[in-house]
């Protein structure tokens, strides 16, 4: 049965997953651009062929994943209105998906197709139809939900991720979009399925119940 996963998100301490003040300069928000140098470097790791418990993580996100969701920040960093159509998001023309993005906002355009197997398609309808069209588009293969927060509470608060992997960074960011905030009783269908550590990240796999 196909499952909706995430990976690779990364956390502070205090349990924040992005910055205040998010623009084109600041595209993670003030703060927090270093948060990530766990994953970069297990993904250079990966490319020399080390291993570890990062490299690990970082692996797990690539397996059997068909379709993409993620939420309008993620993709850039104009809110409102489109100015115009030419932002096709931060990775360039040949986008890292490889395979059909669902992005949500409420401004819709047409779906841009990229090199490299990626389609950018925009929506501004509720999860669980988002979901099933990302299911249908990843023929049998799980889809990943990206970032940023508020996104992934959408699908928290609906009970439709199966499985969420934190990188929680030894970092105290104090400001920004908190990730378990505004979730009601939505995370508690979900358990503790998995807490190992290495010198750079703490890593949690929540699973549902």
Not at 18 to 46: I, K, N, T, V
Request: with cysteine; aromatic share 8%.
């Amino acid at each position: 049965m196909p499952e909706l996963r995430v990976h690779n998100l990364t956390v502070s301490v205090d349990g924040y997953a992005a910055g205040p003040r998010q623009r084109l300069e600041q595209p993670l928000g003030e703060g927090f651009g270093s948060m990530h140098e766990w994953m970069f470097a297990a993904m250079r790791d990966l490319a020399d062929g080390k291993g570890g418990v990062d490299v690990e993580y970082v692996e797990r996100s690539k397996e059997n994943i068909g379709a993409t969701i993620m939420g309008r920040n993620m993709f850039g960093p104009q809110r409102g209105p489109w100015e115009d159509e030419s932002w096709t998001g931060w990775w360039g023309p040949n986008p890292p998906f490889h395979n059909d993005v669902f992005v949500h906002t409420h401004h819709l355009r047409p779906s841009v197709v990229m090199e490299g197997g990626t389609t950018f398609h925009f929506t501004d309808e509720p999860v669980e139809a988002v979901l099933a069209r990302a299911f249908e588009a990843a023929a049998g293969k799980d889809v990943q939900l990206g970032g940023g927060a508020a996104t992934v509470q959408q699908y928290l608060r609906a009970g439709l991720v199966d499985e969420m992997h934190c990188a929680v960074v030894p970092r105290l960011l104090c400001r920004g979009e908190r990730l378990f905030d505004n979730l009601g009783d939505g995370i508690d269908g979900y358990r503790v399925a998995e807490l190992v550590g290495s010198p750079a990240a703490a890593h949690v796999r929540l699973v549902r119940r």
